[in-house]
Structures are given as C-alpha cells and as structure tokens.
C-alpha cells in the first residue's frame, strides 16, 4: 500500500513503524474472510483491510482520531486472526495498538464511557479490587438481563461462584518431587487467579511432579496487556517494566531457565515486550531477553516430556484454541497432541479460527456482537458431542461458560489429572461417562 507520510512524521519512531507496516499490505483482502467482525457483519470498514485503510488515513492526516475511525477500530477484537491469514506479512498486531494509542490521545469519548474503562483498567488488572468488584456483580447477575448494556453483560460475566485466594498464588518456592530438571517462574496473572485459582494450582502440581523447580517471584502483576489494548500506552509500559525487573532479578539472581505462562493472552503480550519496550534503552535488551524465554505451558511441557498418563478412561475434549494461542502465539497443535498423549479424544471445533468474543473487555464494551460470536462458538462445540470442553485461556473459559452447561475446563487441569493430580474442580458433579467411575478417587492431590 502506497502511504504519504512526512519525512517529519517518519521522525516518530512509532509512525515509522506503522509506515513499515502500512506498506507490507498488497490490498489483496484474503484477511476479510478470516475476520469475524466482517464474518458478522459483512462492512468492509469491520474487515482487517477496511481497518487498516482507516488508520493509515488517520495517521497521515496526523489530526484527532474521527468518531467513525473509532467505531470500526473498537470493534475490531485484536483476534489476529488476519496475520495468519495475511499472505504478505502485514504484523496487524501492532499497527492496530498503535492506532489505539491515537485515539487515546486525540478522542474525547462520551463520560460514561471514559468511567467504565478507567474502571475496567482500575479493577482487573489488580486481583482484591477485581474480587470485590466480582463479588458485587455476582449479588446483581440475577438481574443481569433487567440491567442496560454495558452494566447487563458485566453482570451477566460474573462467575456463579468465586474460590477464595489460593496460597499457592503467594510469593514462594515450590521444590521439585524428585530430581530437579529445571527451575521456572510462574506468572500467576491478575484476573485469572480470582476467577479460577485452580489452574494455577494445576501449572504448579504439573511442572514439580514433572521435575521442574517453580517460583512465584515477589513484584509480578498484571501483564499490561488490558491496558494495552486500550491505547494506554504508558500504564501498559509501566506494567511490563515492573514484570521485567521482577523476573530479571530472579534470572539472575536464582537462575531461571524459562517464565511460563498459563493465559495465552498474557503470553502473548509477555512475548512482545521486546517490541514494546524497544524505545526505552534502560530496560529494552532485558524486555528482549524475557520475551526470548517466555513460554506457553503446553510449550514447556511439549520441550520437557509429559509423564505416561494415570488414567486409562480419560473421555472426548473439545479443544478450544484461543485467538491469543493460534493466531498470537501460532501455537496450534502442541495442546491437542498433549492432550491426545495424556489420553483425551481430541475433537476439532469447526471454525475454530474464528474468535468467541471474549477478547479482553471486548465481552463488556461491545456485548452485542461478542454474545453472537459466543453463541456461534457454543454451537461449534457442541456439535462435536463431546463432554468437556478445553481451552488455554481464562477469558474464553469465561465467556464459553457463560453460554453453555458444558464444563469448561483449562488444558494444564487435564494434563495434571492425566499424570496424577486432583480432578479439576470443573468437572465435579459432570457425568463425563467412564471417569464417572474414578469418582472422588481422583480428586487425591497429585
Ligand atoms: S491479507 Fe494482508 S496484504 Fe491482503 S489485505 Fe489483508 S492485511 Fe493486506
Ligand atoms: S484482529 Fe480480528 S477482528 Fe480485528 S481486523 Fe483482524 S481478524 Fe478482524
């Protein structure tokens, strides 16, 4: 694509980037089939090159961000979907965060809006104020459907039940069971461990019994991402940088062969704090070398090698591959074939590129279309038949329960039960066919 930038905007390390990107694009529009929000919608302005038309046009013209611009960039869900699909190249990613990043600074959006996403960027990145917040909006998700909009769909995400804080989430060591093959640190995230403390709880039983020393480190939050996403550039830097001290220090301190990394949507963002952080001198060769070791779970466990299971009459799993691990960290096969390793029959999702609309606050900000998404979605799954549904992310776990009775499970939770650890509490009181049988049997810690 031709762009017409000033060689005093190409000055802006950031317009140069975007100019790089912008010209990777051929117009070719094989992104516009892939994309969900112009599978739903059918409007080329909600399709990756309409988006990408919109932004070059908005940064050429250097002006405050148009009011149409902003609709069809906040409802594109970041899903990635078009950079798998783009044959060119065209690193989508980062030209839409750029575009977000304008608008933050140059659109004034209407009060109401403005307070519910400094709230949003206030309560979830921060896990007692997200719990207090989740414990409000479960007292109200009765009335959820009565609720306007944005106020209905929060509510109506609220989890049924909240586990209390895990003491396993604490700054702590956890030694190996046997001889020690390695030593990790476990993001153990913001959002996650509230909604669903078990998982990390899984992570920690998986990787000890398998050999593998694992460390909270003291000072790790929030991955930034939300913020992020959101175009609040300085809070996700701050966020990243703050993880990056973190984790270096253990590094070096303790020796830290990888960060491993259970939500693929905050892996992907710990993977690009490399390009995040490229600007800032101080800290940008550590941001390079913590992107450089950051794993996925389902990585780590691909490189060191999954115990032989423990459990003969493991049942069908619908593998659920979140936007975030397909398409952010092309990660694509490795979680079906552990699972098929462990013993589940994996059963592919028709249309499993497309995104189920949690996407982040996507689920809050443009509820209509997420809900159509997660109901496709549900749909999918269900055709497959099978009992248990898996994913590798907290927020599809999350909007995929909030549609279906189905048990929604995190893939490390199988792994762990696969290889002797606790049937995850998920699937209690299921009648998943022959693992009805183990009954509580399984539940014996790993
Ligand atoms: S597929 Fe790639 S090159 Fe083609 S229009 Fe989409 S982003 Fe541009
Ligand atoms: S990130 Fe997803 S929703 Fe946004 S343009 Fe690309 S495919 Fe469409």
Redesign the pocket.
């Given at each position: 694509m031709q762009t017409n930038f000033s060689p005093e905007q190409l000055a802006d390390p950031d317009i140069k980037v975007a100019n790089e990107i912008l010209r990777a694009c051929v117009h070719c529009g094989f992104?516009t089939a892939?994309?969900?929000?112009?599978v739903l919608r059918g409007d080329e302005l909600?399709?990756?090159r309409g988006?990408i038309y919109q932004i070059k046009e908005m940064l050429e013209q250097a002006r405050p961000a148009p009011a149409t611009v902003v609709k069809h960039i906040d409802?594109?869900?970041?899903?990635?979907?078009?950079?798998t699909t783009c044959p060119s190249g065209v690193h989508?990613?980062h030209l839409?965060d750029l575009a977000r990043a304008h608008i933050e600074k140059t659109y004034r959006r209407p009060m109401a809006e403005r307070l519910l996403r400094s709230m949003l960027a206030l309560l979830l990145p921060r896990p007692f104020l997200f719990r207090i917040a989740l414990v409000g909006a479960m007292l109200g998700r009765p009335f959820a459907r009565f609720m306007p909009g944005r106020l209905g769909a929060m509510m109506a995400l609220a989890p049924r039940r909240l586990s209390g804080p895990s003491t396993m989430d604490r700054p702590q060591v956890f030694p190996v069971r046997g001889a020690r093959r390695g030593r990790v640190a476990l993001m153990t995230g913001c959002a996650q461990k509230v909604l669903n403390p078990a998982i990390n709880e899984a992570t920690v039983r998986l990787l000890t019994r398998h050999g593998i020393e694992v460390v909270i480190p003291r000072g790790q939050g929030c991955c930034g991402a939300l913020v992020h996403h959101m175009g609040r550039t300085d809070e996700g830097h701050a966020q990243a940088a703050a993880n990056i001290e973190t984790w270096m220090r253990e590094k070096r301190r303790n020796g830290l062969d990888a960060i491993i990394i259970n939500a693929s949507g905050c892996g992907t963002q710990v993977k690009d704090y490399g390009f995040m952080l490229r600007g800032d001198k101080a800290i940008a060769e550590d941001a390079r070398t913590i992107s450089g070791i950051t794993r996925d779970i389902t990585e780590y466990m691909a490189e060191i090698g999954l115990n032989e299971s423990v459990r003969p009459d493991a049942f069908p799993v619908a593998y659920h591959s979140a936007?975030s691990m397909q398409h952010g960290q092309k990660i694509t096969t490795l979680p079906k074939q552990l699972l098929s390793q462990a013993g589940f029959e994996v059963r592919d999702i028709a249309e499993g590129h497309l995104?189920c609309g949690s996407a982040g606050t996507y689920n809050i900000m443009q509820s209509e279309l997420a809900t159509r998404l997660r109901d496709r979605k549900i749909a999918n799954i269900e055709a497959t038949g099978a009992p248990v549904i898996a994913a590798g992310n907290i927020g599809c776990m999350t909007q995929i329960s909030g549609g279906t009775e189905r048990p929604v499970v995190h893939t490390v939770e199988l792994l762990d039960w696969a290889t002797g650890g606790p049937l995850p509490p998920a699937l209690h009181g299921h009648d998943l066919g022959p693992v009805a049988a183990l009954g509580v049997s399984t539940m014996v810690a790993g």
């Amino acid at each position: 694509m031709q762009t017409n930038f000033s060689p005093e905007q190409l000055a802006d390390p950031d317009i140069k980037v975007a100019n790089e990107i912008l010209r990777a694009c051929v117009h070719c529009g094989f992104c516009t089939a892939t994309c969900p929000t112009y599978v739903l919608r059918g409007d080329e302005l909600d399709s990756p090159r309409g988006r990408i038309y919109q932004i070059k046009e908005m940064l050429e013209q250097a002006r405050p961000a148009p009011a149409t611009v902003v609709k069809h960039i906040d409802r594109c869900l970041s899903c990635l979907s078009c950079m798998t699909t783009c044959p060119s190249g065209v690193h989508y990613m980062h030209l839409v965060d750029l575009a977000r990043a304008h608008i933050e600074k140059t659109y004034r959006r209407p009060m109401a809006e403005r307070l519910l996403r400094s709230m949003l960027a206030l309560l979830l990145p921060r896990p007692f104020l997200f719990r207090i917040a989740l414990v409000g909006a479960m007292l109200g998700r009765p009335f959820a459907r009565f609720m306007p909009g944005r106020l209905g769909a929060m509510m109506a995400l609220a989890p049924r039940r909240l586990s209390g804080p895990s003491t396993m989430d604490r700054p702590q060591v956890f030694p190996v069971r046997g001889a020690r093959r390695g030593r990790v640190a476990l993001m153990t995230g913001c959002a996650q461990k509230v909604l669903n403390p078990a998982i990390n709880e899984a992570t920690v039983r998986l990787l000890t019994r398998h050999g593998i020393e694992v460390v909270i480190p003291r000072g790790q939050g929030c991955c930034g991402a939300l913020v992020h996403h959101m175009g609040r550039t300085d809070e996700g830097h701050a966020q990243a940088a703050a993880n990056i001290e973190t984790w270096m220090r253990e590094k070096r301190r303790n020796g830290l062969d990888a960060i491993i990394i259970n939500a693929s949507g905050c892996g992907t963002q710990v993977k690009d704090y490399g390009f995040m952080l490229r600007g800032d001198k101080a800290i940008a060769e550590d941001a390079r070398t913590i992107s450089g070791i950051t794993r996925d779970i389902t990585e780590y466990m691909a490189e060191i090698g999954l115990n032989e299971s423990v459990r003969p009459d493991a049942f069908p799993v619908a593998y659920h591959s979140a936007c975030s691990m397909q398409h952010g960290q092309k990660i694509t096969t490795l979680p079906k074939q552990l699972l098929s390793q462990a013993g589940f029959e994996v059963r592919d999702i028709a249309e499993g590129h497309l995104c189920c609309g949690s996407a982040g606050t996507y689920n809050i900000m443009q509820s209509e279309l997420a809900t159509r998404l997660r109901d496709r979605k549900i749909a999918n799954i269900e055709a497959t038949g099978a009992p248990v549904i898996a994913a590798g992310n907290i927020g599809c776990m999350t909007q995929i329960s909030g549609g279906t009775e189905r048990p929604v499970v995190h893939t490390v939770e199988l792994l762990d039960w696969a290889t002797g650890g606790p049937l995850p509490p998920a699937l209690h009181g299921h009648d998943l066919g022959p693992v009805a049988a183990l009954g509580v049997s399984t539940m014996v810690a790993g």
